[in-house]
């Protein structure tokens, strides 16, 4: 089968954003690359390492490609595509000198090429990401997060999903319940569960995300414990209706412990007062996905709706804030 790769080069800020203009768009898979630079620092605290060769692409910059099937017009796509990002500047979202291309590629040039670079990884003190298709014999204490992301998600190594999966690691206390926004691969539910919670319901407005995250819960024979649903952020709790988890009795009741979303900071401002509604007097708000140019509108947001913001964790240029709900009285 052959494929159209559309290639577009533009700003490591503003990857999340292009790469989600694609999926709407109906892409069969996007990947991402980043600078490989050896001027780029590195996180190997907890014994990361880069099997990536270095490329020339500059600091700070990214090179995004998606793969639409062979009767996609280009010409039109790429022309609806030029708009919307050049709306992100109104968001504040740097997109650089943005370069756009498209050739002609066999499916088995992309499909699964990918998979050679994703290898288990530690991205917490006991936490680590290992692909299904890869052989791994796990640690004393370690705790495995089994994934299969598809082309369409990330394997969990981006700042802001190893900067969630370490705060979750130092905020879970054990027996919590939590919701996790944006669930994506449902890599944060997963690791949540891991870690001791004890139920998850995982939302995300993609039917695709909902799909994969399902496939991934149930790989680390976790459907007990986390239910996925397509919600466009909290809309699925509206009207104070407690939502089931899993095929057993167990159940998330709103207000919940613990709320979760890596998503970008532009949303995360939209509902900020859901979250605070749908947690516990003294619960925990974990919001990362921030980019540093975003940081002060996300505290001054989390400040005005009663948060207490209690920790900034900080890896590159992202965020991603620690606030809790007072207790009464």
């Known amino acids: 089968m052959k494929w159209h ?25 996007v990947s991402i690359e980043e600078s490989g630079t050896l001027n780029k620092p590195r996180d190997t605290s907890l014994g990361q390492w880069y099997e990536l060769p270095l490329n020339d692409i500059p ?4 090179v995004i490609k998606g793969y639409f099937n062979e ?19 109104e968001f504040g979202i740097d997109i650089g000198e943005v370069t756009y291309s498209a050739v002609e590629v066999d499916d088995e040039d992309w499909a699964t090429a990918w998979k050679q670079y994703f290898k288990p990884i530690r991205v917490s003190e006991t936490l680590t990401i290992k692909p299904t298709w890869e052989d791994y014999k796990a640690g004393e204490g370690e705790r495995i997060i089994e994934l299969d992301p598809g082309m369409a998600f990330g394997t969990g190594t981006h ?23 944006g669930t994506g691969s449902g890599i944060l539910a997963i690791g949540a569960c891991r870690l001791g919670v004890k139920g998850v319901l995982a939302l995300d407005l993609d039917p695709v995300a909902v799909s994969s995250a399902t496939e991934n819960v149930r790989l680390n024979e976790l459907s007990d414990q986390v239910e996925v649903k397509l919600s466009d952020l909290l809309g699925v709790l509206k009207g104070g209706e407690a939502a089931s988890v899993g095929s057993h009795g ?25 979250v605070y509604q749908s947690l516990k007097p003294g619960g925990t708000y974990i919001a990362s996905g921030v980019y540093k140019n975003k940081e002060t509108d996300v505290e001054q947001g989390l400040i005005a709706s009663g948060f207490h913001i209690v920790e900034k964790r900080r890896d590159e240029d992202w965020i991603a804030f620690v606030a809790t709900k007072p207790q009464e009285g």
């Not at 700003?11 to 203009?21: G, K, R, V």
């Not at 280009?74 to 992100?88: G, N, Q, Y």
């Open 5 to 29: 790769e559309i290639t577009i080069g533009t700003t490591e800020e503003a990857t999340e954003m292009i790469s989600n203009f694609l999926h709407e768009m109906g892409a069969g898979g």
């Open 159 to 181: 700042p802001t999903t190893a900067l969630c999966l370490q705060t979750l690691e130092s905020v879970v206390k054990g027996g919590e319940e939590m919701i996790d926004v």
């Open 59 to 62: 600091e700070g910059q990214a």
């Open 71 to 89: 009767e996609t017009d280009t010409d039109e796509l790429i022309a609806a595509l030029k708009p919307r990002v050049e709306e992100l500047k």
């Open 250 to 274: 167990l159940r998330v009741t709103v207000p919940v412990d613990l709320v979760v979303a890596n998503i970008l900071a532009e949303i995360i401002l939209l509902f900020i007062d859901d």
